[in-house]
């Protein structure tokens, strides 16, 4: 979905599960949210700024701060300046861990706030068809992902249930069919219990076509 272009038509495949109206109206609210948490471009000036200034930045700090102490080193010890190239590494690191939260953190918590708002509206939904369904209807699940930094296109997943198998184990019979009160006993548990009554023989007649005992 894009909010650049008109909604796609209906899918005849979820005419059993939304109707032609609640689809658009749908579509266009998902892409109305969506757009309002998307600024492409603005988000990819932004992180540009952001990679550049995380390297630069710290560099500087560093160059800066070890500088400073180099003319602070006047009449100190030798053997502080270690201590002094230490001290402004620790600078340059805070400087960058800085930059991550000042430049990376609004933009992680307003991408955020669009996808809670998002979720929030589908489960909204969920509860609707839940409700308005009937008993026996199956009801579609719709999970949206919103558009990334580098990604400018809403992805939006609907699930149907399949329909239900007349040969599963718990399908409904009509009542008309009724389940078998006992299974039927099998060919070598009917061969034993005849064995045991007799020779298998009705007469001159066997009963099994294995019998080898056959009276000519």
């Not at 102490?69 to 190239?85: C, H, L, P």
């Not at 307003?110 to 609707?128: E, L, T």
Request: glycine share 6%; hydrophobic share 40%.
């Amino acid at each position: 979905l894009s909010h650049t272009q008109p909604p796609p038509l209906f899918p005849i495949e979820l005419q059993n599960y939304v109707s032609p109206d609640k689809w658009e109206t749908r579509v266009r609210a998902i892409t109305r949210i969506a757009s309002q948490y998307s600024k492409p471009t603005l988000e990819r000036c932004w992180m540009l700024l952001s990679l550049i200034l995380t390297f630069v930045a710290p560099l500087v700090a560093y160059y800066v701060a070890l500088h400073h102490f180099n003319r602070q080193e006047v009449g100190q010890r030798e053997d502080q300046s270690d201590q002094f190239i230490w001290e402004s590494r620790l600078i340059a690191f805070g400087v960058m861990v800085g930059l991550w939260f000042v430049m990376f953190l609004p933009i992680a918590v307003w991408k955020y706030m669009g996808r809670a708002r998002m979720n929030k509206m589908v489960d909204g939904w969920a509860k609707d068809d839940i409700r308005t369904a009937s008993s026996y209807v199956a009801i579609s699940t719709w999970k949206v992902a919103m558009p990334g930094v580098f990604r400018d296109g809403i992805v939006l997943v609907i699930t149907c249930p399949g329909p239900p198998s007349t040969f599963g184990h718990e399908s409904y019979l009509p009542p008309y069919i009724a389940t078998p009160s006992e299974a039927a006993p099998s060919y070598e548990v009917t061969k034993r219990f005849s064995s045991l009554q007799g020779e298998g023989k009705f007469g001159e007649i066997p009963l099994y076509n294995d019998s080898k005992d056959i009276a000519v």
